[in-house]
């Protein structure tokens, strides 16, 4: 379990730099983001296989979390900075 959670931590930033660019490039409601986010994680999860020696099934997990945290990070992120902002 450590591998999968060491391997997510290096696909996150991966999958928010691509959820990034489906958001900018697509009209997509704001409602869709984490599971857009997910699914990205997944398929970079999967194409992975190359970087990694972890099956098919913990690379997907790994994907599945990075994307995520992904997801959960920038929407952290967001939300300080706009409260940094109404407090100033």
């Known amino acids: 379990m450590e ?5 997510a931590s290096i696909l996150s930033p991966i999958a928010l730099a691509l959820v990034q660019l489906v958001k900018k490039t ?4 704001n409602r869709y ?8 994680g997944l398929l970079v999860g999967f194409i992975a296989e ?3 020696p972890l099956d098919t ?3 997907l ?9 992904g997801a959960g990070l920038f929407s952290l992120g967001k939300k300080t900075i706009a ?6």
Do not use: C, Q
């Open 50 to 52: 190359p970087f990694t």
């Open 83 to 88: 409260n940094k902002d109404t407090a100033a």
């Open 26 to 29: 697509a009209p997509i409601s």
């Open 61 to 69: 997990w790994a994907g599945g979390f990075a994307g995520l945290a």
């Open 33 to 40: 983001l984490p599971l857009i986010s997910l699914l990205v």
């Open 3 to 7: 591998e999968v959670m060491t391997f």
């Open 57 to 59: 099934a913990m690379r």
